[in-house]
């Protein structure tokens, strides 16, 4: 009995010892950690992070992997990475100081995950930026009479996800542009947070000095981009094939969404201050294959709500700045491989002639925009248009509109616009005594003339082309020729 006891205890002894030979340690240690942070830094990104030992902080978050904590980082980016995609970008280190920089870390598979960033601050010199830039010598007294222009920026936190960086950490024989598609390619979408945003510019003139600073509640951005479209763009490759097989794949080239809220902007100036402020505003671009994989959409919605700026010389233009709510949504869709091929080379060819004066090479890039015109129409597009509301202070107006192109001649579609209340608007404008009342009078006679009244007081106007009739338009059902004269 008694062996058998100490049978049972060498055992459980052996498997302890053997659990704990396996089992991840519950920390990195500094040796392992900088090895990490160096990796990153050999990387083309054009990125440099270091800390002390007794900034650095890791703990076990799951099997092999580990959260790495740094505090205070000595960060920086160089813009030298901007070379690879012929941008003219002078190139200088930014400083960039943190509270603390968190990352994901599984040193056995080589993953690499950004999590979160606090207490980021940095400046940008305008003027010393643009002197570093290649210029010719008779620009140079130009660039001597730049004002000084400081900009500064500060964020209280900064939240990723699905921001995996792993492809850093093994880029030896990899340069920029062969490593920023598959940065790109892992784990999409990739979102980012941003609470308390601050902003400055300072800039100084000889009338006086100019100040402008902002507060940002919160700011938001979510991106899928497929990393062919990006690599036919930065290798100047030819994009036709990139974008035919992402269609007949049924996947989108790009899809980007971003927010903000509650932003509050001053400006103090020599000769007065302007406010401005935004409740929210939230973005959303993207190319996607039709449901028939036949051609792409082209979309673009736009959300706005709480605008108002006061301090305006022009009252006129401050009280039409007092915005409630607008929602736009905007779309083309039938857009072809082709089209988009096009794009990218005119936008390659914009680059590489910026500081061309040759009028031949200048000829060539209006010929390119002319066959991108043709492309657009042999695609036979149809735009789509709406404004759900928009609604102001004086009043609120809903518009929708459908039109197909379809090559040759006018569009053939519907548009429709309705404004709320017309009566109530003509009040509050006279309420604002921005305009004599007469002119207020005459301005809703012509609404009134143009518009049909229905029995709820809105306005309506509906503009139609038809297939059976494109030498005309209609107004409201009464036919116009596009020469001016009603039939």
Same mark, same amino acid.
């Given at each position: 009995?008694?062996?058998?006891?100490?049978?049972?205890?060498?055992?459980?002894?052996?498997?302890?010892?053997?659990? &704990?030979?396996?089992?991840?340690?519950?920390?990195?240690?500094?040796?392992?950690?900088?090895?990490?942070?160096?990796?990153?830094?050999?990387?083309?990104?054009?990125?440099?992070?270091?800390?002390?030992?007794?900034?650095?902080?890791?703990?076990?978050?799951?099997?092999?992997?580990?959260?790495?904590?740094?505090?205070?980082?000595?960060?920086?980016? +160089?813009?030298?990475?901007?070379?690879?995609?012929?941008?003219?970008?002078?190139?200088?280190?930014?400083?960039?100081?943190?509270?603390?920089?968190?990352?994901?870390?599984?040193?056995?598979?080589?993953?690499?995950?950004?999590?979160?960033?606090?207490?980021? +601050?940095?400046?940008?010199?305008?003027?010393?930026?643009?002197?570093?830039?290649?210029?010719?010598?008779?620009?140079?007294?130009?660039?001597?009479?730049?004002?000084?222009?400081?900009?500064?920026?500060?964020?209280?936190?900064?939240?990723?996800? +699905?921001?995996?960086?792993?492809?850093?950490?093994?880029?030896?024989?990899?340069?920029?542009?062969?490593?920023?598609?598959?940065?790109? &390619?892992?784990?999409?979408?990739?979102?980012?947070?941003? $609470? $308390?945003?601050?902003?400055?510019?300072?800039?100084?003139?000889?009338?006086?000095?100019?100040?402008?600073?902002?507060?940002?509640?919160?700011? @938001?951005?979510?991106?899928?981009?497929?990393?062919?479209?990006?690599?036919?763009?930065?290798?100047?490759?030819?994009?036709?094939?990139?974008?035919?097989?992402?269609?007949?794949?049924?996947?989108?080239?790009?899809?980007? @969404?971003?927010?903000?809220?509650?932003?509050?902007?001053?400006?103090?100036?020599?000769?007065?201050?302007?406010?401005?402020?935004?409740?929210?505003?939230?973005?959303?671009?993207?190319?996607?294959?039709?449901?028939? @994989?036949?051609?792409?959409?082209?979309?673009? $919605?736009?959300?706005?709500?709480?605008?108002?700026?006061?301090?305006?010389?022009?009252?006129?233009?401050?009280?039409?700045? $007092?915005?409630?709510?607008?929602?736009?949504?905007? #779309?083309?869709?039938?857009? #072809?491989?082709?089209?988009?091929?096009?794009?990218?080379?005119?936008?390659?060819?914009?680059?590489?002639?910026?500081?061309?004066?040759?009028?031949?090479?200048?000829?060539?890039?209006?010929?390119?925009?002319?066959?991108?015109?043709?492309?657009?129409?042999?695609?036979?597009?149809?735009?789509?248009?709406?404004?759900?509301?928009?609604?102001?202070?004086?009043?609120?107006?809903?518009?929708?509109?459908?039109?197909?192109?379809?090559?040759?001649?006018?569009?053939?579609?519907?548009?429709?616009?309705?404004?709320?209340?017309?009566?109530?608007?003509?009040?509050?404008?006279?309420?604002?005594?921005?305009?004599?009342?007469?002119?207020?009078?005459?301005?809703?006679?012509?609404?009134?003339?143009?518009?049909?009244?229905?029995?709820?007081?809105?306005?309506?106007?509906?503009?139609?082309?038809?297939?059976?009739?494109?030498? +005309?338009?209609?107004?409201?059902?009464?036919?116009?020729?596009?020469?001016?004269?009603?039939?």
């Amino acid at each position: 009995m008694k062996k058998k006891i100490v049978s049972i205890g060498l055992s459980a002894l052996l498997i302890i010892l053997i659990s &704990a030979c396996t089992k991840s340690p519950r920390e990195l240690s500094m040796d392992e950690v900088q090895e990490f942070l160096q990796k990153i830094s050999d990387s083309p990104m054009g990125l440099m992070i270091q800390a002390d030992n007794a900034d650095i902080r890791s703990e076990l978050e799951k099997k092999g992997r580990y959260r790495i904590f740094l505090k205070n980082p000595n960060f920086s980016f +160089n813009t030298k990475v901007y070379k690879h995609l012929n941008l003219p970008f002078p190139e200088f280190e930014l400083p960039i100081e943190m509270e603390e920089l968190v990352f994901l870390y599984g040193p056995t598979k080589g993953y690499c995950e950004i999590l979160s960033a606090s207490g980021v +601050n940095f400046s940008l010199d305008l003027k010393e930026i643009v002197q570093k830039l290649e210029i010719k010598e008779e620009k140079k007294k130009e660039i001597e009479q730049i004002p000084e222009i400081n900009l500064s920026f500060n964020y209280g936190n900064i939240a990723f996800e +699905n921001y995996d960086l792993s492809p850093l950490l093994d880029t030896k024989s990899q340069s920029f542009i062969e490593l920023l598609p598959q940065l790109l &390619a892992t784990n999409q979408p990739k979102s980012v947070s941003v $609470d $308390d945003i601050n902003f400055e510019f300072n800039m100084v003139l000889a009338e006086g000095k100019y100040m402008m600073t902002s507060s940002l509640k919160n700011a @938001k951005s979510l991106m899928t981009l497929a990393p062919e479209s990006l690599t036919a763009f930065i290798k100047q490759e030819e994009s036709g094939s990139v974008f035919s097989q992402l269609l007949e794949d049924g996947s989108s080239p790009l899809e980007i @969404k971003y927010g903000l809220e509650n932003l509050e902007i001053s400006l103090r100036m020599p000769k007065g201050n302007i406010e401005a402020s935004l409740e929210n505003l939230d973005v959303a671009e993207y190319i996607k294959p039709t449901s028939e @994989k036949d051609a792409f959409r082209f979309g673009f $919605d736009l959300d706005i709500g709480g605008l108002n700026i006061t301090g305006l010389e022009n009252k006129e233009v401050e009280t039409f700045t $007092d915005l409630i709510k607008m929602n736009l949504n905007f #779309s083309i869709d039938g857009l #072809s491989p082709d089209f988009f091929e096009g794009y990218i080379d005119i936008i390659k060819s914009a680059q590489s002639l910026s500081a061309s004066k040759d009028p031949a090479q200048q000829q060539q890039m209006g010929m390119k925009g002319l066959a991108l015109l043709g492309s657009l129409m042999q695609s036979k597009p149809v735009i789509s248009l709406s404004l759900s509301p928009f609604e102001h202070k004086l009043g609120k107006i809903e518009a929708e509109g459908k039109f197909h192109f379809n090559r040759m001649g006018p569009p053939v579609g519907k548009a429709t616009v309705r404004m709320f209340n017309v009566e109530e608007i003509g009040q509050k404008l006279k309420e604002e005594q921005l305009f004599p009342p007469e002119e207020i009078d005459f301005v809703l006679a012509k609404i009134k003339e143009i518009f049909e009244i229905d029995q709820s007081g809105d306005g309506v106007l509906t503009f139609e082309i038809k297939e059976e009739d494109k030498a +005309n338009f209609y107004l409201n059902g009464k036919p116009h020729s596009f020469g001016g004269a009603k039939k």
